[in-house]
Structure formats: C-alpha cells, structure tokens
C-alpha cells in the first residue's frame, strides 16, 4: 500500500525554480504520468520522491508520513531510468539479483524472484548473457526486472522506452501497462511522449517550467485541455488553434467565420481538433487554399494557413486535393474550445 503525497514542493537552484510549488496525491496502485517539454522539471520532481533531491520547500508523505528525511534507501521505492545502468560484467540473471544481495534479502528465495521477474519480461532465455549480447530493448526488460524483483511500494520510471525504436517502443509499453496491473504498484511514470502518457496513465500531470498545467484523466485533459499549452500538447496533429475576435456570438479570422459561439465579445483563441472537422463542397466556416496534404493510410490530413497558424483537418481517406486549391472546412460550433487570447485559460462556455 502506497499513497503519496506531494504538498507545496519546490527545487530551487540558486534563484532559478526547477519545480514550483508542486501539490497532488497519487492514489495507492494508480498509474501517474508526468508529462512536458524538456526542462519542465519532470525527473526533479521524481528525483525527489525517489529521495536522490532535497526539496527546497513542502513536504513529501507515503502514506500520510512525511518522508522528507528518509534516505533513498530506506523509501521503499524502485527506480527504472532511461540509461539502463546495468553492470556490463554479470549476466542477465546476476543483474536481476544484484539488489536481492544488496538489500540482504534470504538467499534461498534468490532464484524464485530472478525467475518470476525475468518470467514477466519475457527473459527466461537470455539469463546467461552479458549486457553487451542483448538489444536494446532486451537490456530495457533487464531493467525492469530488476526493479520487480525488489517488490517495492512505488515504481518510479524515468523515460524507460526512450532508448527504443518506434516498435519495440510500442510492445514494450504494451508490457509496462500490464506489469503495472499485474503487480498492482503505485506507478509515477515520467515522458514527453504525449502518445505514451496517454496510453498508459490513470492519471496525467502536465507541466511547464515547473509548473503544473493540469491534472487530469487521459480523456479529461483530451476533451477539457484547461489552456492553450495544452492543447498544443496533446493530440496528434496538436489541437488547431486561431486568434480572432467574437463580435455577437460569431468569430471572425483570417478567411474564418463561426457562428453560434457562447463567447463574449472580444479577442479569443478558438480551437478545435482535426477530428471534429471535415472537408466539404461549400458553405464551410473556413475557406482558404490547401497548404499541404498528407496520405495517412486511414484518413488524408488537409491542412490550410490561417493567420500565420497551421490548420490541419482529417479528411476522408478517399479524399484527394492539390496544393493551392480553394477547401471549404466546416467545424460545429460544438466541437469548438475557447480560450483567453492573452492568459490562453479556457474560458467557461
Ligand atoms: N542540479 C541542478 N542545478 C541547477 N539546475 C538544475 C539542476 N538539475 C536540473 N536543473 C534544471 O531544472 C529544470 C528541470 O530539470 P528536469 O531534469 O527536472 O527536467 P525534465 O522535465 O526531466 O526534462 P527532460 O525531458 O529534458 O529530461 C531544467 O531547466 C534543468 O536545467
Ligand atoms: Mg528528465
């Protein structure tokens, strides 16, 4: 059992702020992706429940005791990073046992727990071999069974699939959903891979310069991004956005006009996803020329310029255009988000 809680944490190096005032509790067993450009201080933040960085400021509780004092050691949390860290000269099977001897643990229950782990991530037949003789995502699952052989409380996983081709990336993640079921672990799972927070957490942090954006269900933070960094964040292609100003309900841009909106007169940004347009004959709330085209296989990416702004539409598969030629985009009224044009703040409809 696992609950932890972060209350009012700050980093602060000198007077620059890596982490600001950061404040969530992550439920025992659930799945919490920290998610944010480079620099966003996602591993300050887990480096600091890992016990490897002091707060500069707040507390930090498992289970409802802080634990701001305790050496890393003595928290009873496993660490995954994205350099593997194993050591080149032990085999497989010595590597996944190392913290089993570290810690002191009765070595007659050795080799049941290097099996079980090595079993999870599919290794039992590469426990002979040197680091130097398996592949990337090989020495990955060693990693990761050296983190499950420890049975901790909490996992704490620090871009694990970075180091992985866009396949392997994808069936491994597959496989850290399911350990982290299997296992029933509390999990804080840190990436810049919006795909992967998506996929894999019960919950998502978003973060920039420090700062928490939202906190949020995958589809929460999906359908409501609470402001336009956001929104540009999540979702591929990013959420289309367009400045413009709302006179009577109807917003008005660059070849852009859309009625019916709940808004109060003035500067907004509108957006809306690629999915929730489409390309029609006439009479759409865009008009403008095709910027470019882009074959996706399942449906043909139509994107036009407005304002400076890429605007990107998912049209059907069968659908064929050429650079240059005037669209008509239609986008309900419904499906639009608006935000505060100077702060980016989602504003209440
Ligand atoms: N020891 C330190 N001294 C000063 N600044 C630091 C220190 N460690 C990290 N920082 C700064 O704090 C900020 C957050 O760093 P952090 O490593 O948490 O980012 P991150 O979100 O994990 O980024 P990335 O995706 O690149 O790993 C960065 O601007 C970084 O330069
Ligand atoms: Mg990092």
Redesign the pocket.
Known sequence: MAEIQLKNVS?R??G?V??DDFNLTIADREFLV?L??????????M?MVAGLEDPSDGEILVDGKVINDLEPKDRDVAMVFQSYALYPNMNVYENIRFPLKVRGVDSSTHDAKVRRASGMVELDEFLHRKPAELSGGQRQRVALARAIVREPNVFLM??PLSNLDAKLRVSTRAQIKNLSHELAVTTIY?T?DQIEAMTLADRVVI?KN?IVQQVGSPTDIYDTPANTFVASFIGNPAMNLIDGNVEGGVFRAQNTEVRGLNAKDGLITLGFRAEDANVVETGGEINAQIYTQELLGDSTMVSVRIGGALVSVKADKSYRGEIDDQVSLHIHSDHCHLFDAQTGARLKS
């Open positions: 980093k190096w000198g620059f890596g982490v920290l944010g450009p480079s620099g966003c201080g996602k591993t300050t933040t480096r620090d871009e840190v810049h973060m420090g």
